[in-house]
């Protein structure tokens, strides 16, 4: 019996019914977990509320809580190639991408936030003689994290470093389509000596389980990562009970903007721009879908981006050559699908080489896309897709850039290709987005804040030391001195 196994045993729910976890990259049955009832919710709130009250954890000195996180990374490091397996089968995922990326960034986020968890101090206040203000940081207490599919470990270990590292108890709901890399990881924190009930993994169906999460009222607050809409029914369900706190991480339609010095940059541009676009096969929230391109290197860029993108290579998520998985599942697939005919039936221009021969039939498999022309107002331009689809347009200034960039509902992140320093602050200050980054495709790193502005997102970032803003809760301590 695998690590996985024993946890789905020790972890199962009173309710029958079961989710099944399926392999997009051939329609075939993997395992079944427990779905999570909304009365198992209340339980499991009921009783880390009863952990985190008795202080076995969040008593614990900062230091010791932060030597259990610790022994945690290095049990992820142990377990890479396992991690990394889960992932790539439940996601689709190629496994070099998990195994060179989300696991080591995952491993990189439980180190980081255990050794910063004793350097986030409170505050003094500039009072007078007669009295002395002092802000301190707490654990919330019950938390809750509600995850994606696209960075199943990745993005548990954004939200369990920093909770856990603060002292909450934290309740995990995976995604239904990914759930054993976070079974997995709770196995190993249990190993490196977490106390029973600090860390208690939920498996279930978002509608169920995260709806139960977002309403428990011991629940006092909450991070979301996913889409738009279902952001919008947290915060609604949030404000009709206990008004926990909520932090909402949602979509991205990103852009991509090359001025006329771009190409200078060669094959590095070329290959951030396929990293932007492809990666995780375009199911990322910070994908670069949208290529603005000033018009005096359009055609160039055009037929350079078109050239790489049909070299990736499509396949097997186990295979290690292969770049290009399946998309998650074939709702995916058909919405991806129909966004692209709809563009096509419209005018535009579709650039793509197809897929490869051999792809198992019932594979949720999509090929690299490209889009010239699209009609305004198009769901290629103005929806999140979530699949390796990029529309290309073009502009003639700034100011005409600036407007394309800032065309669209979501505001999470943005990149902007110059060498003419002034042009790429003016740029950056003038994209509406959380993150810019300037002569390359990234986030930052683990030192910097992670967050969307419009409807990307709200209530707090992941990442660097203000991720911990989500997971604590200041207080006032007034002093009067005599």
């Given at each position: 019996m695998t690590a996985v196994d024993r946890l789905t045993a020790q972890t199962a729910v009173e309710s029958p019914a079961t989710l099944k976890v399926v392999n997009p990259a051939t329609g075939e049955l993997i395992t079944t977990v427990p779905a999570t009832s909304a009365e198992d919710v209340t339980k499991a709130a009921d009783r880390a509320e009863q952990v985190f009250a008795s202080g076995v954890w969040s008593g614990l000195p900062v230091r010791e809580r932060?030597?259990?996180?610790?022994?945690?990374?290095?049990?992820?490091?142990r377990d890479?190639?396992?991690?990394?397996?889960?992932?790539?089968?439940?996601?689709?995922?190629?496994?070099?991408?998990?195994?060179?990326?989300?696991?080591?960034?995952?491993?990189?986020?439980?180190?980081?936030?255990?050794?910063?968890?004793?350097?986030?101090?409170?505050?003094?206040?500039?009072?007078?003689?007669?009295?002395?203000?002092?802000?301190?940081?707490?654990?919330?207490?019950?938390v809750a994290a509600i995850l994606p599919w696209n960075y199943p470990l990745a993005m548990t270990a954004w939200k369990v470093g920093p909770a856990l590292a603060a002292g909450n108890s934290l309740l995990v709901k995976p995604a239904e389509a990914t759930p054993r890399s976070a079974l997995h990881l709770a196995e190993l924190a249990a190993e490196a000596g977490l106390p029973e009930g600090v860390l208690t993994v939920l498996t279930g169906h978002g509608s169920i389980t995260g709806t139960a999460l977002a309403r428990n009222p011991v629940v006092g607050a909450l991070s979301f990562t996913g889409s738009t809409d279902t952001g919008r029914r947290i915060l609604k369900d949030a404000a009709d009970t206990n008004f926990k706190r909520v932090s909402l991480e949602m979509g991205g339609k990103s852009p991509q903007l090359l001025m006329p010095d771009a190409?200078?940059?060669?094959?590095?541009?070329?290959d951030h721009m396929i990293e932007a676009a492809f990666?995780?096969?375009?199911?990322?929230?910070?994908?670069?879908?949208?290529?603005?391109?000033?018009?005096?290197?359009a055609d160039e860029v055009l037929d350079r981006f078109t050239t790489a993108a049909g070299r990736l290579v499509i396949g097997d998520p186990a295979d290690p050559r292969t770049?290009?998985?399946?998309?998650i599942n074939r709702t995916a697939f058909d919405r991806v699908a129909a966004a692209v005919d709809a563009a096509r039936a419209d005018g535009a221009r579709i650039h793509t080489r197809g897929l490869p021969h051999g792809l198992p039939q019932r594979g949720a498999y999509y090929p690299p896309t490209v889009i010239t022309h699209a009609p305004e107002g198009s769901d290629v331009l103005t929806k999140e897709l979530f699949g390796p689809v990029v529309t290309v347009q073009t502009f003639t200034s700034e100011d005409e850039a600036l407007h394309l960039a800032n065309a669209t509902e979501y505001g999470l992140a943005a990149s902007v290709w110059t060498r003419e320093l002034d042009t790429a602050l003016r740029l950056a200050r003038g994209?509406?987005?959380?993150?810019?980054?300037?002569?390359?495709?990234?986030?930052?790193?683990?030192?910097?804040?992670?967050?969307?502005?419009?409807?990307?997102?709200?209530?707090?970032?992941?990442?660097?030391?203000?991720?911990?803003?989500?997971?604590?809760?200041?207080?006032?301590?007034?002093?009067r001195t005599r």
């Open positions: 932060s030597a259990v996180l610790l022994r945690l990374a290095d049990l992820m490091e890479t190639r396992i991690l990394a397996r889960l992932d790539s089968e439940d996601a689709g995922k190629p496994i070099t991408e998990c195994l060179t990326g989300d696991v080591p960034s995952a491993v990189e986020s439980i180190r980081w936030f255990a050794e910063a968890a004793d350097k986030v101090f409170g505050r003094i206040a500039p009072g007078g003689a007669d009295g002395l203000g002092l802000m301190t940081r707490e654990p919330v207490g019950v190409l200078s940059y060669g094959d590095e541009l070329i990666l995780t096969m375009g199911q990322n929230c910070t994908a670069g879908s949208r290529v603005l391109v000033h018009h005096s290197i770049q290009l998985g399946p998309l994209i509406q987005a959380g993150v810019v980054s300037v002569n390359s495709y990234s986030e930052g790193d683990i030192t910097t804040p992670f967050g969307g502005w419009k409807q990307s997102g709200f209530g707090g970032a992941e990442k660097s030391t203000n991720a911990f803003d989500q997971w604590t809760r200041e207080k006032t301590i007034w002093i």
